[in-house]
């Protein structure tokens, strides 16, 4: 075990290649200062070490020059370190449009995750090598932290509110997956494997795995389920406006002001519908928090954002009856332990 | 009430009432009670030492649990909860209880008035109060402590204290509520005392150093205590009601705390090591026999730590979810404030240059914390890089950065501080040799302890684990190992300290040869610290002119 | 050392360095419950930012007719704060006593009316938590539709916090004037030692000033109309 | 060097104003105004909160030190308000 050491984490996804270009260059730079002043340290202090007690020692007051010098240069040099730092930062910020949806719930102590085919897992990502996957992430209570070492991602999760990142990966492999905000007495367990595969291998997954219908088709069973077509149909005497195309567009409201229809305003819109009224429509939605949890959410915001012209299902559509998700043990689910089978803690399984 | 006084006749200062021979602050009164009532500003800084030293072995001893706890990848050691508790136990003690108020409290009182000629603090009473205050906060809070313990991090962050946490959140959070107020009035003595009580010739620019430090951090401890103090009141009215200011089920934004947070917490830091600073720049001029390099320099960069401190809060939020523009205007903020960081630490090597360096147990401490303070700096330059911060926030990088400047720096820069001023408070020497030997410890054992700690956050290990990935092992156990190391460093100076209470040889006034008016009194001084007003002349630290020109 | 109650500290050079050094220690205090307060005021503008409609909505139903009349009981007791100084300064024993009788009855005046209009707040369901109905506001019509209950109950949080905090002040404030009444009465404030009264005063009004901001940002944000004008 | 004493008729004279104001700003309260009526308020409460503090609080004739402190107060306020609103006011305007 003491044999190998490790000293520098995987190097998996394109983000990787730039923070860790950038933090080399702060290793060199911070590394040759602190190599200066603890040789100039020690050089004075061997140099003039006190030969007799009665020495006496030159009335250097200071040099105004040489003081300016050093508040100033290190200005142009901390300038290329923020700038560096802020371009690796806002381009994570900003995802490719052809990046792929994954989204993620943290709940104390577990990562559940959905892909738009539908496919759900707990504690486990399965992604595919070399094609930029968008993450929207969000929490059922406290703040979590979604954290994958190998591609140097980050990103606190927050209840309340979606929040966005992106990576692409560039190796196929398995990598650990974080929580790296404290969340309570797990926290150290809410831990997960990142699988990345092969495109072939990956769609293999995504097949393989028993999903009722895509991401956007359990919406449509929720929007059917909740009632929301009562409303929302696509006739002339519908009472709520007509959601087809409506994702991405800017919609104006009635207070005058315009909003873009993304993720945030939808969410807002299901459970807080007077926040944002749009123009021309009386507020009589009623709120669906507490009705709808957080995946569900998700699930309906992909139907909203499926919805394409004459697709609004016709508002006598029999409801299906609700979709029931798959019942989890109170340990998590039991394929994390062959994931990463040392990690668990012997009698120590995460139980809520 | 005489009658020359109603007719506003000023009288002069009372007469310093006389004196016998080896009479000093410490043996003028014996017993309990002349220690709880006394107002004198030395004795309420033997005071502070007893009650944070107590409280510095406390927080060690969870440290060292946690350590030992981390020696195995499954944690065998505590459980998951009794682990967190005591990592919030180690931060809360460390951070409110020792680190915030040791250097102020104990060196700052004992030598503000000292190095300023006064005969007190401006308001000895409320100095006394400031003490009972703070040991009720640390009581309250050492019961919530140890009666059942909390488990939200010294951070406290929302929602999770204020709705999640099942522990003994309210508590604690009033302990450090009420200790808050003895930062304040500790604070505002300070600048109230520098403001109005110079000695006569003690112009602004003659001030030393450690009293310049003193005023930048307590500058911080009055206007970002209050803010600490109002958040934690708003998350204890949250929890005890259930009423949404910070919980998004209720409309609020979890995030609005963690800026009123770190708007007191960012700055805290500085409160922390600007005092450390001042200690330095006294104890490398005084062994290497010069006067400080640009003076101007190092105390208009202590004035613009305290001031910049605390625009660059949010950089512990980079990925807490506010905005992309925000984060670059405090990403930006926060290289400006490494620069007076980094004109001090130039300044400390360039005052070495040419001087008649002599290196007794105060200045390796010092050259120790310059070499630590460094390390730690630098590696903040890492954190405030956004992309990279990203990467490394909420690991052991972060975990390693600010124990170096907190405890590589703070409790560095404290210890040189207290052996320098030790002989002026006791009048008694310590060992040459075991300080030496203990400065030298604390050294390799922190340097062993928080180095691995870079390499284990890089690697992705997350703060606040009680268990991890098997392959993190070997660099935790380095850890561990030099951990027992720096323990061993900070016990020994309790027993030679001690010792040297009872068999020290007898110090004198002036033991190192230094300038400054707190040298120019019998140690340990009189309770009204000088038999005469001094009167000043120069400027500090005049070690390079024939002979001191501070007249009596 | 207090004991024959000499007005020089032993620790000072002159009463001047005294006076000058206990003013700038108010001050400082002061700064610091700027600050106290600012933090509670920053998170009020930044909800209020977020949710215009329903803290003006709330703001609406506070009662304006008591939260005036406070207004201008408060800043009588600060004129006569005021007039105690200057009484002390000229050395009028008879009206300083007066003074800071009166600023006390104004005081208790102020808490007074501060817990009726508690009672009535409660009366008309306007406390988070003990007495608030949701159902009530979603008939209120802000801007664009009904406001949000749950903001309108994150105004009122900030209602209560704000002027219990204000009202914590004045309860300490009333503490510091009953020790000044004593004071007074053993005669011990004088042209010479009036600092506890200027320094009392300057508490007092700051306690004053932040009155004057809670008015507008609580009261004052909503619409009202004459009908409001109830106790 | 003592403080001068205020004359009463200056006491009186900021108290009528002070009582002027707030009965402007009572009175603004019943017009329509929409969200000025904070930004009203405030302004009108600066200038109270000014006239308290110059003449009944004395600043007017206050040490340098005493001022430093006033200030330092309100400019450590403002870094608080602005920098926590520069996070608020700029998250709407970075559209995923």
Partial sequence: MFAEIPLFPEQASTTAQRVDALFFFLCTVCGSMAILIAGLVLFFAFKYRRRAEDERTPRIMGNNRLEWFWTIAPLFVFLIMFLWGADIYTSVALPPPDAADVFVVGKQWMWKIQHPGGQREINELHIPVDRPVKLTLTSEDVIHDFFVPAFRTKIDVIPGRYVQTWFQPTKTGRYHLFCSQYCGTSHANMVGTVFVMERDEYRQWLGGQAATGSLADQGRQLFLKFQCITCHSANAEARAPILEGLFGRTVSLRNGRTVVADDAYLRESILYPEAKVVQGWEPIMPTFKGQANEEELIRLLAFIKSLKPGQTPVRNEEALPPLDAPKMPPGGNPKQHEAVPTYQPQGKSNEP | MSSAITTGFVPQAKPRPPRAPGENYLNVAIGVKSWLFTTDHKRIAILYLVTVTILFFLGGAAATVIRLNLMTPTGDLVPADTYNKLFSAHGIIMVWFFLVPVIPTVLGNFLVPMMIGARDLAFPKINLLSWYIFTIGAVITLWALIAGGVDTGWTFYTPFSSKYARTNVMPTMIGIFISGFSSILTGLNFIATMHTMRAPGLTWWRMPLFLWAHYAASVILVLATPVLAMALILVGVERAWGIGIFDPELGGDPVLFQHLFWFYSHPVVYIMVLPSMGIISEVVTCFSRKPIFGYVFIMWSSVGIAVLGFLVWAHHMFVAGQSVYSAMIFSALSYLVAVPSAIKVFNWTATLYKGSISFETPL?????????????????????????????????????????????????????????????????????????????????????????QFVLGYLGMPRRYHVYPPEFQVLNVMSSAGASILAVGYVLPLFYLFWSLYAGKPAGPNPWGATGLEWQTPSPPPTHNFDESPIVTTGPYEYSVEESEIVH | MSTNHSILAHHFADLDQQRETETFGMWLFLSTEILIFGAVFTCYTVYRLRYPHDFEAASAKLNVLIGSINTIVLLSSSLTMALSVHATRVGRQQMLLTCLLLTILLGGTFLGLKVLEYYKDYKDNLVPVLAFKPEEWTQVQGEQGPVQPQRVELMLVFYYVMTGLHAVHMIVGMGLLIWLVVEARKGLLTTVRYMPVEVVGLYWHFVDIVWIFLLPLLYLTGTHHAADLHF | MSEPITPTRTYYSVFAALIALTLVTVAVSFVELGAWHTTVGVLIGVVKASLVGLFFMHLLHSSKASWLAVLAGLFWLSILMALTLSDYLTRPLLQY
């Fill in chain 2, 364 to 452: 390796l401490f010092a050259l120790g914390f310059i070499a630590l303070f460094t390390m730690g700096g630098l590696t903040g330059l890492f954190l405030a890089a956004l992309g990279v911060d990203m990467h490394v926030h909420d690991t052991y990088f972060i975990i390693a950065h600010f124990h170096f400047i907190m405890v590589g720096g703070s409790v560095m820069g404290y210890m040189g501080g207290l052996h320098y001023w030790w002989p002026k408070m006791t009048g008694r020497m310590y060992s040459d040799f075991l300080s030496k030997l203990a400065a030298l410890i604390i050294f390799v054992g922190f340097i062993l302890t928080f180095l691995p």
